[in-house]
């Protein structure tokens, strides 16, 4: 792979999930070790061994999964990175760093909370004490950033570009390593595709659009959806899940309050919002009905006879990474007739038939490695997801909770999932989907909810969805104002 | 009247401090193990082999300095192979954790029978042979030095993020495995003190099971005290002083049965641990031998 | 799961540690070959010698069973000990204190009391962890504790037996003693082995088909891997732990069915040579699976018997050298089993 970057320029590296854009910028970092082939920074030859090289040369990178940790404070942090300097005995000069990191943030405009302990700040904080971290060293003059706004909301990337535009006036060098073409577009002035480990093209982004860096991402150009067939599904009978004045507390706040939807057969409602905002409450609250409790009020109907989900964290919540497809499929599907034995027996698990359809679903979903042997651990992220949409859809689910399904997947197989998706829709399924992908939102919905601060603040229905400030309607329904 | 009360009341306070020092020990040697994300739930039989080897070394030689000296290498040797099988190998803790405990009860009386020809104790120690009261000394001395250590020295900040965040040390270039090697080692150390402080001061032999569960009792008061040195440390106390209520109230006639009040200390540990203060605050990383960092 | 390294690596594992165990007894001054002769002969030689391996393997098969479940479940069960006590203290209770005519009735009654009790016990640090989140392995160590206590309280006091000094129980009523009609006994009359077994074969087989082959088992399972997959699926992780928690108190509570119903008749105090402890042992070895329980049973089970005698042909071992060289079998499967995924570790650390 051969490509270079200019000096003082927003260089982005974009390309699919496993292209190997984060692995590339941890060998620039110091954290692998290249095989073969030559690193220069300023016609220099460079041969990183750990990050303090890196940082030796001006380098320095904000991972994708921020390394803090829960209950120390960022103070801590700063203080950790700088341990070399004391010996064992001598007390931490904390005022003394207090003061200098104040400074810095009056400096950049970017203030932190230096004491206060990471879990309780929000993630778009971490992100910037992780940024003010590496700009505490002046000799840093290219900074890596690894898909820095999955985790923002559209206000705070916007500030977050803000932020970017001024370091690079400032001289820095960036390098942005994300997926999220329209901002590629809008904040890069060069831009490198990788795509399975090459470097497939390099250049400068005048010119180019949305579709050409797609097209270039993945080799060829993305298949179509299907078409959404037209129905009212009002008409369709009554809501296979239905909220009404739901409101939750837990120790005392709010988590969900008043929340009042249904989704109906045949359409496709999505809830947008930054994340922690209640959706994860309102999957809870579906996936395990609540007992009447003081915590509860409200009505939560549910009124599918099937239903299958698509995890917020399909490692965390769908899979056994350790265990066999086979055993993996089961789960969800391990009370269904078709998987245990016949007759008297019914209460014992037929396993022959459990691998025959395992199998089924790993054929009709093209999920590679197609073997029955290997943990799921070693699949890729979509065919991982792959598998669950298999696995869950095996059920003939009524009602489908689809959880950021595109989450860690690489287009080809997010696009084939859109697709199953809509064809679902089409044929009567009543899916729930929440994102954070505003484009997947925008795409797949019939109709479109915003949660904030476990409030609905907004409903779009599809007929809006054209209008020129969608977007930014949305984004300040997210952020607690517009319509309610 | 309200001067033997006074005397009552200090004897008591006294006997209390005596009783908890091995516990201190043992609740120190847990500290800094699992602040450094390993699960230590070996101390039970780190002590008694500390209780063993100093009890030993001091009969042959009738130095208990050099008994209690031994009994901390003892304990940290022990640590050692758990370390191998749990930093090296990344087994799992809580097993290996175990098959330590049994491997110390068993070498125990094993020892004794090669050594002594007795069926498990070792012979009991002068009154020159012992210690009147340095070890509940040392152990204060040595929380005071940990508690400073631990909130003010760069020695806690490693520690703390060791078992809270590993990847956050690694970056910085710190290799958290030795750490955690360090930690272990220091752990059975500490704990070999509290062994040699049950068999050399407040004993006067090893006797065999003479830990009586002791180390997991360090746990529940190191749970009870969030991780945390000081807090552990007043939780030690407080068993310190059921064990003393117990001892007292054996001899005297409250018509409470003598079995009920010989499980006070256990009843408490289940009680605290019953309380809020559960498993939030521990640390992150604790048994997660996190693969991906060296 | 792949079945051979399921079984290879235990298995080397196992022989290295019992070749390292006879090593170490050259250290006390015996041959290792004698040493090894005496196991075999202890556990083979005659009817008698078999009928008390047999008693002891059965007692270890129903602790094991007794971790593997809370374990399969996610749950470290340290406890067995305390919970096998309160089973044996409540079948000796009801025992003495019940007369009853027909043997049947008896033995259901003391059953279901002891069974019951035991898993109470077991039900308790259950509860706590899933209500307080309190740490299992520290509730049960405790229990234990307390179980002792109580067995102290009770056995020196209101059941204790007139006509002895020892610390133990009166015999309990002969209806409740199984030996009249016992099959295993008339086997082997001059030992403890006694219908408990074909009990302990049963739980063993019936644990394996509902862990493996039921779908209640295959979601107990998943609740042990991940909590978080087990709420996703709509399970009540909770409430099965603590039934778990008790299934395990009930399988421990089998030791005293062997001890006090059908070997011994009464309670000693001091009965079970750490059974509860070695049955984590057992579990692991098997790597919790039921079925392979009953072989690590059967292996610690000579243990203990052929420790027993070693004591009395040598004059330097003791029977806590089974102790000995229980630890040293499980460290040496522990390291078998993970020695292939720490090297995996270095050669990726090696790579960076």
């Known amino acids: 792979m051969t490509f270079s970057i200019a000096k003082g320029t927003i260089h982005a590296l974009i390309g699919e999930n496993g292209a190997g854009k984060s692995t590339l910028m941890k060998i620039l970092f110091g954290l692998y070790q290249p095989d073969s082939g030559t690193l220069q920074v300023e016609g220099r030859d460079y041969h990183p061994q750990s990050p303090r090289d890196a940082r030796a040369v001006g380098i320095g990178m904000v991972q994708q999964h921020f390394v803090l940790a829960g209950p120390l404070s960022a103070l801590d942090h700063v203080a950790l990175e700088d341990q070399s300097r004391w010996t ?12 200098q990191l104040e400074d810095l943030s009056l400096r950049y405009h970017m203030p932190v909370h230096w004491d206060a302990k990471i879990s309780d700040l929000s993630v778009g904080l971490h992100q910037r004490i992780e940024i003010l971290k590496i700009l505490r060293h002046p000799e840093i003059q290219t900074i890596i950033l690894d898909e820095p706004t999955a985790v923002l909301a559209p206000q705070e990337i916007l500030a977050f570009f803000q932020q970017l535009k001024a370091l690079k006036a400032a001289g820095k060098t ?220 095996f059920r003939s689910p009524d009602l489908l909770l689809a959880a950021h399904p595109s989450r860690g997947v690489d287009i080809g197989a997010i696009a084939q999932i859109h697709a199953e998706l809509i064809g679902l829709r089409n044929s009567g399924v009543g899916i729930f989907l929440v994102s954070s992908e505003l484009d997947e939102l925008l795409q797949l919905s019939d109709r479109l909810l915003v949660i904030q601060g476990g409030r609905l603040t907004a409903e779009f229905a599809r007929d809006q969805f054209n209008k020129p400030d969608i977007e930014m309607q949305i984004g300040l329904a997210m952020a607690g104002g517009g319509p309610a | 009247m309200t001067e033997s009360l006074f005397i009552t009341v200090w004897a008591f306070l006294i006997s209390s401090l005596r009783l908890s020092t091995p516990l201190l020990w043992a609740v120190l040697a847990g500290l800094i193990s699992e602040r450094a994300g390993v699960i230590q739930i070996a101390l039970e039989g780190l002590m008694l082999i500390g209780a063993l080897v100093g009890a030993t070394v001091a009969t042959l030689t009738h130095s208990p300095e050099l008994g209690f000296v031994m009994a901390a290498i003892a304990g940290a040797t022990l640590a050692g192979l758990q370390g191998f099988f749990v930093l090296h190998l990344r087994a799992d803790q809580i097993v290996t954790g175990t098959a330590i405990n049994i491997l110390a009860a068993g070498l125990a009386p094993f020892a004794t029978k090669i050594l002594f020809h007795t069926t498990g104790a070792t012979p009991p120690l002068a009154q020159a042979d012992r210690f009147v009261s340095a070890p509940a000394y040392f152990a204060i001395l040595c929380l005071v030095l940990i508690w400073y250590a631990y909130h003010y020295t760069k020695l806690g900040l490693i520690l703390q993020f060791a ?130 960092e060296s | 799961m792949k079945i051979n390294s399921n ?28 040493i090894a002769h005496i196991f075999w002969v202890s ?47 409540a079948m000796t ?85 199984w030996r009249s009609w016992d099959p295993i006994h008339a086997l082997l009359p001059d030992s403890l082995a006694n219908f408990a077994t074909i009990l302990a074969v049963l739980a063993a087989l ?105 004591d009395v042909e040598t004059n330097t071992i003791t029977r806590d050298f089974a102790r000995v060289l229980e630890a040293i079998l499980i460290l040496s499967v522990v390291a078998a089993q993970y020695w292939p995924i720490a090297k995996k570790f270095r050669r990726q650390e090696k790579r960076k």
């Open chain 1, 88 to 99: 064992f005995w001598q007390p931490i000069p904390r005022s003394q760093l207090r003061q």
């Open chain 1, 174 to 393: 960036i390098v942005l390593i994300t997926h999220k073409l329209k901002e590629v577009l809008s904040l890069a002035d060069n831009f490198t595709v990788l795509r399975q480990g090459r470097c497939v093209h390099t250049g400068s982004l005048l010119g180019r659009s949305e579709a050409d860096l797609a097209e270039l991402m993945i080799g060829k150009q993305l298949p179509h959806l299907p078409p959404r067939q037209n129905s009212d599904p009002r008409e369709s009978g009554p809501a296979l899940l239905h909220f009404q004045n739901f409101s939750r507390t837990d120790q005392g706040r709010h988590v969900l309050r008043d929340i009042q939807f249904s989704v109906r057969k045949g359409e496709i409602v999505g809830l947008a919002g930054i994340e922690g905002n209640g959706q994860s409450e309102i999957l809870r609250a579906i996936l395990n009905p609540p007992q009447a409790s003081p915590e509860i009020s409200g009505e939560l109907g549910l009124n599918a006879k099937r239903r299958g989900s698509l995890p917020e964290d399909r490692i965390l919540q769908g899979l056994l990474l350790d265990w066999s497809p086979a055993e993996n499929f089961l789960l969800g599907n391990q009370t269904d007739q078709r998987c245990h034995r016949k007759g008297r027996l019914s209460f014992l698990l037929d396993w022959t038939q459990i691998r025959h359809w395992t199998q089924q679903v790993l054929l009709k979903y093209a999920v590679t490695p197609n073997s029955l042997k290997t943990a799921l651990r070693n699949f890729s992220g979509g065919n991982q997801q792959k598998f669950v949409v298999g696995r869950e859809l």
């Open chain 2, 163 to 292: 078992g809270e965040a590993p990847m956050a040390l690694t970056v910085t270039g710190v290799r958290t495995r030795t750490v955690r090697w360090i930690a272990l080692l220091c752990c059975g150390g500490l704990a070999g003190f509290g062994g040699g402080s049950l068999s050399l001061f407040l004993a006067s032999a090893y006797s065999p099971n003479m830990t009586a569960g002791r180390g997991f009792m360090a746990l529940g008061a190191l749970i009870f005290g969030k991780w945390r040195p000081l807090p552990a440390a007043c939780a030690c106390l407080f068993f310190g002083m059921l064990d003393a209520l117990q001892i007292r109230m054996q001899g005297s006639d409250l018509g409470v049965p003598v079995q009920f009040v010989q499980i006070l200390p256990y009843l408490a540990t289940i009680i605290a641990l019953a309380g809020i203060f559960g498993q939030s605050s521990a640390p992150k990383a604790l048994g997660k031998g996190d693969p991906s």
């Open chain 3, 7 to 34: 079984f290879l690596r235990p298995l080397i594992g196992l022989s290295l540690g019992l070749a390292l165990s006879l090593a170490l007894t050259t250290l006390a001054g015996e041959s290792p070959l004698h």
């Open chain 3, 43 to 89: 556990c083979f030689g005659t009817a008698y010698d078999f009928g008390q391996f047999l008693f002891a393997a059965t007692a270890l098969t129903f602790t094991g069973l007794s971790v593997c479940v809370a374990f399969h479940a996610g749950l470290f069960n340290i406890g067995a000990e305390g919970q096998l006590t309160i089973g044996a203290l």
């Open chain 3, 93 to 177: 209770w009801v025992a003495l204190r019940w007369p009853l005519e027909s043997s049947w009735l008896a033995a259901g009654l003391a059953l279901t009391v002891g069974l019951s009790a035991g898993g109470f016990w077991g039900w308790l640090p259950g509860f706590l962890k899933t209500r307080f989140g309190s740490h299992e392995v520290i509730v049960t160590m405790m229990l234990n504790f307390v179980a002792i206590g109580i067995a102290n309280f009770v056995i020196v006091g209101p059941l204790h037996n007139p006509e002895s000094q020892n610390p133990e129980s009166a015999e309990i009523l002969p209806r409740y003693f």
């Open chain 3, 206 to 310: 019936t644990t394996w088909i509902w862990l493996f082959h039921t779908a209640q088992g295959f979601q107990l399972r998943v609740i042990g891997s991940s909590t978080e997959v087990a709420t996703n699926l709509g399970l009540n992780s909770n409430r099965q732990k603590r039934w778990t928690f008790f299934a395990a108190g009930v399988l421990a509570a089998g030791v005293g069915a062997n001890e006090i119903l059908g070997g011994v008749g009464k309670f000693r105090m001091g009965f079970s040579p750490d059974y509860g402890f070695l049955g984590i042992a057992v579990a692991l070895l098997a790597r919790n699976h039921p079925l392979g329980i009953l072989l690590t049973a059967c292996l610690f089970g000579a243990l203990q018997k052929g420790a027993a005698d070693l």
